[in-house]
């Protein structure tokens, strides 16, 4: 009796709707019951599964594009070649120049191409949710981020000046620093990681709540509720319809912030003494 009511009880997402009334979206959805490995660590949801997915579907992208080679690309070569240039060109380099940016890439399109994709099933039937939503890749992918461009720093100046050249502000009274050296260091050390992983998550978490509240009251208004209220449903469609196209743009717009800001932070580390 109590796990009826449980499945009674349970959210909707996307593709689900209860067959007597209509239920708001939660953030029930993002914490769905294991499906593979039922306890600890390595306990697989639908969130992970659908992580796991869109990284392998990644990797065999390229893999599959580029596993021979032409010097006049065409077909899956040639879109790989372009995706790849659109991150070199105008992130990359835009940000590292020219030497840094090759440095560089590896981590930059990494961070980009794992992002979009993870994004994208937020919008692929019968995933529709992206695995960003919820705090786990956001907080891998900030601490990647956090790690290369402290990693750069202290590898060029050693630890001491890198943190000292990253936190003392050159040129102001004595007495300032009391209050910008850790107003600096907060900005530094912790809201750049913080920013880079709530960012991401806030915006593709939302994103989710009004897909599922939008085409679940268009499907509730035209199966459920009978009557003139199926009238509802119109707008209810067309509105559900262009937040898609919405969230299509804030898909690939939150990755390239993402490598985007990856790439200044690196920048910053690089110049640390420039401060």
Known sequence: MMAADRLRERTLS?????ADEFHAPSLD?????????????????????????MSVLVAAFFVIAMRSPRLVPRGMQNAAELALDFVRINIAEEILGKEQGKRFLPVVTTIFFIVVASNLASIIPFLNISPNARIGMPLVLAALAYIVFNYVGIKKYGFFKYVKSSI?????PLPLHFLLVPIEFISTFILRPFTLMVRLMANMLAGHILLVLFFSATNYFFFVSGGFQAIFGVPSIIAGIAFTFFELLVIFLQAYVFALLTAVYIELALHADEH
Not at 29 to 53: K, N, Q, T, W, Y
């Open 168 to 172: 003392v502000v050159p040129g102001v």
């Open 14 to 18: 996307v593709t689900t709707l209860a």
């Open 29 to 53: 959805d993002f914490f769905p019951p294991s499906v593979l490995i039922h306890a600890g660590p390595f306990e697989l949801d639908r969130l992970m599964l659908i992580r796991l997915l």
